[in-house]
Each structure stands twice: as C-alpha cells, then as structure tokens.
C-alpha cells in the first residue's frame, strides 16, 4: 500500500539539488550541522536558537559512516540518516536538511554560503569548521551556549542502564 510522502519530507536535499533550493530561501541563512542522532531537549533548543538568528536555516546532518568515524561507539549512530533527515525536516524551525560524508561539514558550508554558522556551545568560535570561510564573505559564526546539559551519549548510558 503506498503512503503519501509528508509534505515536510519535501526539505530533505540533496547536496547537488542545494543550489536550485537555496535560491528560494530568505536571507539571512543560518547553518548548523551535526549527527542529531536521538533528538533530544538541548538539540530542540539550540535549532529553535540558531534559527532565532536569521530568516531561514539549513541543518547538515552527518552520514551513518560520517558518525561512525567520530568515534561515539559502535553502535552509532542508532537512528539511520533518512530517519534523522525525516525527523530533522518535521521541525518548523527547520527551513531546509542536507548531509555530509565528509568529516567535516566545510563543503556543505561552501556550498550554502551562510551568513551565520551556528554550533552548540562546546563549541569555541576559533574551533567551528567554516568560521574563517564565513567570515571571509563577512559572515559571523555563534557558539550558542547550552541551557539544557543534555547529551545523546548520556541518554544512551542512561537507557543501557535500565
């Protein structure tokens, strides 16, 4: 039986489609990026923060094999990407999602343009891929410090231990 495809689905891109789409977006944009593997409290309010600073927001999500590679455990990342894509396109302050495999996100910044990058506050400004790059085209990039201690990590301990 075939199911409709939800409309929200429709701000899953693909990398090389980016262009075409981004065209279509309000300036400022916004980019954030990351595994958003089990979302979670701290990562709804940072979205909600990040696109607080701009008129629209594309979040990067890193591949499966992307997040393999940071290292988080083998049994990483537990939700598959397109299920972390269909989740991440779902949220209102979302305006478009893409991926990387890379293992940075900098092509994706490339690609996008941003003119505010966005990482959660364990992040220094100095330390966030793509800040020399967005500043070059006079961009800023913002550490949005945590207000919710809340970690995918710990939440998986946390479940394990039950």
């Not at 537990?78 to 396109?89: G, I, K, P, S, T």
């Not at 330390?127 to 967005?134: D, H, L, P, S």
């Amino acid at each position: 039986m075939d199911h409709p495809t939800p409309a929200f689905e429709t701000k899953i891109v693909a990398p090389q489609d980016l262009p075409a789409r981004l065209a279509q977006l309000p300036r400022p944009l916004v980019f954030t990026n990351g595994c958003f593997d089990i979302l979670h409290r701290g990562h709804v309010t940072l979205l909600g923060q990040a696109r607080a600073l701009g008129a629209s927001m594309i979040v990067a999500l890193n591949t499966d094999a992307s997040v393999r590679r940071l290292g988080k455990g083998d049994d990483r990342p537990v939700n598959a990407l397109a299920d972390r894509l269909a989740v991440m396109a779902a949220l209102e302050c979302v305006s478009l999602v893409t991926w990387f495999d890379e293992d940075t996100p900098i092509e994706r910044i490339l690609d996008c343009r941003p003119d505010i990058l966005v990482k959660g506050g364990d992040w220094p400004v100095e330390k966030i891929v793509g800040n020399t790059e967005v500043a070059g085209w006079g961009g800023k990039t913002v550490s949005i410090p945590f207000i919710h201690q809340k970690s995918t990590t710990a939440l998986l301990e946390k479940i394990r231990k039950l």
